[in-house]
């Protein structure tokens, strides 16, 4: 894959919500292109509202920061290197797992992001969105 669209978007969400439905714990799933721009956002029946928008700001700083979300941590804790990133780009910034870079080679093309479970849950989601 070099491009990511709609389509492909898709495929992804629907992994993404399989393993969401296996570990029964339903998801908001949020597929972004490499500008960051929203492509597609799936809502899982009985997924919380709240992360509709968590999902899409995990997606987003997946390929703002080009890194998982889930490596900003440590680094956002009080005497961290990046302490109070997450108060900065209107705090669409999130400091925990569930955004995942997606990559075609060494080049971002986009980012997934997943919301609704514990922080390892969303993780383990997303990364069933990227196989």
């Not at 495929?11 to 490499?34: C, F, H, N, R, S």
């Not at 997450?86 to 997943?114: E, L, W």
């Not at 383990?124 to 990227?130: D, F, I, K």
Request: charged share 20%; with cysteine; proline share 3%.
């Amino acid at each position: 894959m070099t491009e990511l669209n709609l389509e492909t978007a898709k495929k992804m969400i629907e992994q993404a919500e399989e393993k969401a439905k296996e570990i029964k714990v339903p998801m908001v799933i949020t597929i972004v292109d490499g500008g960051g721009n929203l492509l597609a956002c799936h809502r899982m029946d009985q997924s919380l509202l709240a992360s509709i928008d968590i999902s899409q700001n995990k997606a987003w700083t997946a390929v703002a920061l080009q890194m998982p979300t889930s490596q900003l941590y440590d680094a956002v804790q009080p005497g961290g290197e990046l302490f109070g990133i997450n108060t900065t780009n209107n705090g669409k910034i999130v400091v925990f797992g569930g955004g995942i870079p997606i990559k075609s080679g060494d080049r971002i093309i986009g980012g997934i992001g997943v919301s609704g479970g514990s922080v390892a849950e969303d993780t383990e989601v997303a990364e069933a969105g990227l196989v």
